[in-house]
């Protein structure tokens, strides 16, 4: 799996430097504040990537915390319950001995 993720990484970063070099052009950027900025197409476009993609990877990233101490915590219970093994209740003395 991770091979298979390594290739497809490599062909979409192919494909980006692809695109940068034959899109190398100066565009201009309107501030917030009103003032226009000039940069690459390349750049404008990595900071939309960045900007989609870092929340979506600090949402998984923090559930995937989640998950795994809540693995750690059921895991802890099972071990605590397999160490004292299994309880047997202990028979009640009667007051009358069994009848053969």
Do not use: C, Q
């Not at 917030?32 to 939309?48: D, E, R, W, Y």
Request: proline share 10%; net charge positive.
């Amino acid at each position: 799996m991770k091979a298979l993720r390594l290739i497809l990484f490599g062909i979409v970063l192919a494909l980006f430097v692809l695109f940068a070099y034959s899109n190398w052009t100066p565009v201009d950027i309107v501030l917030p504040n009103g003032s226009t900025a000039k940069t690459s197409l390349p750049i404008v476009v990595f900071a939309a990537f960045l900007l989609g993609w870092l929340p979506v990877l600090l949402l998984h990233l923090a559930s995937r915390a989640s998950w795994r101490r809540r693995t750690a915590k059921v895991e802890r219970l099972l071990d605590d319950a397999l160490s004292t093994g299994p309880r047997v209740a202990s028979p009640s003395p009667t007051a009358f001995p069994p009848v053969p």
